[in-house]
């Protein structure tokens, strides 16, 4: 299958990330890029993604949130003592969310928490996971699948907030762009599904898309009661408005394996044939493996690839968007038994 990735995936590379108390090594590494790179380069046609500019991104996101992102390192003479990284410990809340003017201001309204640092090449990093969603998205649309190595992750990010490791959503991008592909081609309004199945809920794709019906987004994730991202990822979550129906969250218990994992997805891919979509996003986190280290469910390397057969027997055009998936020696592993497990279901 097409792989799409671009070099710039590693001009973001966060240091340290302030978790209970301590700094600790940020999880979300630059590495993540180079071995799933080394995982794809041989078994698939690995090409670097082109340049579709800031249009995709703003079909999702705020533009005032987008100037942020791209501005905020050239910015960064107006914070004192700041060195590689511009982060805040400030956020805004729902009791106070005004606007301000500030820079430091500015970041903990834009950001949900700690583990998003601005640095010298995060704005090119984030603008290339964008535009490798995008030639993913037409790509799937002509060839069936195609597979989008994104880091930094996208799905924690809402349509004006950064958050969990995660800035642009790219999983929202190419759902839009998919979208927007078949209303075109066909000259009629399109459907897009997404399924998600980091192991983390995809808070920010449900966010965006909550009170939407024409793209339908569904989660497979540990329960947040007690996991990232807390706040969001309930079964009770199903959408407002227009999107009432549209939202279907499927919380695990911790501690869950591949028959747990499997049930879930089936039951996402019978709320998908429901719908009948023109076009599948996969959220692919890899993070449900039992070798995560940040992980909370127990897949196995041969669940990934069981699950991308559930999948792919869709039928459907598919875009597979990297989300999380952290290093440990299964990694590359679980990318290659999925994307292999895909291509065995079609
Ligand atoms: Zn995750």
């Known amino acids: 299958?097409?792989?799409?990735?671009?070099?710039?995936?590693?001009?973001?590379?966060?240091?340290?990330?302030?978790?209970?108390?301590?700094?600790?090594?940020?999880?979300?590494?630059?590495?993540?890029?180079?071995?799933?790179?080394?995982?794809?380069?041989?078994?698939?046609?690995?090409?670097?993604?082109?340049?579709?500019?800031?249009?995709?991104?703003?079909?999702?996101?705020?533009?005032?949130?987008?100037?942020?992102?791209?501005?905020t390192w050239e910015r960064r003479h107006e914070l004192p003592g700041v060195d590689d990284e511009v982060l805040s410990g400030h956020f805004s809340r729902p009791h106070m969310s005004k606007r301000p003017e500030g820079l430091l201001g500015l970041i903990g309204y834009y950001t949900a928490d700690t583990s998003t640092p601005i640095r010298a090449g995060t704005w090119a990093a984030i603008h290339a996971g964008a535009q490798i969603a995008v030639d993913t998205a037409d790509t799937a649309l002509?060839?069936?699948?195609?597979?989008?190595?994104?880091?930094?992750?996208?799905?924690?990010?809402?349509?004006?907030?950064?958050?969990?490791?995660?800035?642009?959503?790219n999983s929202g991008i190419a759902a839009r762009r998919m979208q927007a592909n078949v209303a075109a081609r066909e000259g009629r309004p399109a459907r897009v599904a997404i399924l998600d199945i980091d192991v983390h809920h995809g808070n920010g794709t449900q966010g965006i898309f909550y009170e939407a019906d024409d793209i339908l987004t569904i989660s497979v994730h540990a329960d947040p009661a007690d996991y990232f991202p807390y706040y969001a990822g309930y079964a009770e979550e199903t959408g407002a408005g227009a999107g009432v129906g549209y939202n279907l969250n499927l919380p695990l218990p911790h501690g869950e394996g591949d028959s747990a994992f499997h049930r879930a997805i089936e039951k996402g891919l019978e709320r998908i044939a429901a719908y009948a979509p023109d076009a599948l996003v996969v959220a692919l986190g890899l993070d449900a493996s039992e070798h995560d280290p940040i992980g909370a469910l127990r897949v196995t390397t041969r669940g990934f690839e069981q699950a991308a057969g559930l999948i792919g027997s869709t039928g459907l055009p598919t875009a597979l968007i990297q989300e999380g998936g952290y290093l440990c020696d299964a990694l590359p592993d679980n990318l290659s038994a999925f994307l292999a497990g895909f291509e065995g279901g079609r």
């Open 1 to 71: 299958m097409r792989v799409f990735h671009s070099p710039a995936s590693a001009l973001h590379d966060p240091a340290l990330y302030f978790r209970r108390g301590t700094m600790v090594t940020h999880p979300e590494q630059a590495d993540r890029y180079a071995i799933l790179h080394q995982a794809v380069s041989g078994a698939h046609a690995v090409t670097q993604a082109g340049d579709h500019g800031i249009e995709p991104i703003l079909a999702v996101h705020d533009a005032g949130y987008v100037a942020f992102l791209r501005d």
């Open 142 to 169: 002509g060839e069936g699948v195609a597979y989008a190595l994104c880091r930094p992750p996208g799905h924690h990010a809402y349509a004006d907030s950064a958050g969990g490791f995660c800035f642009l959503n």
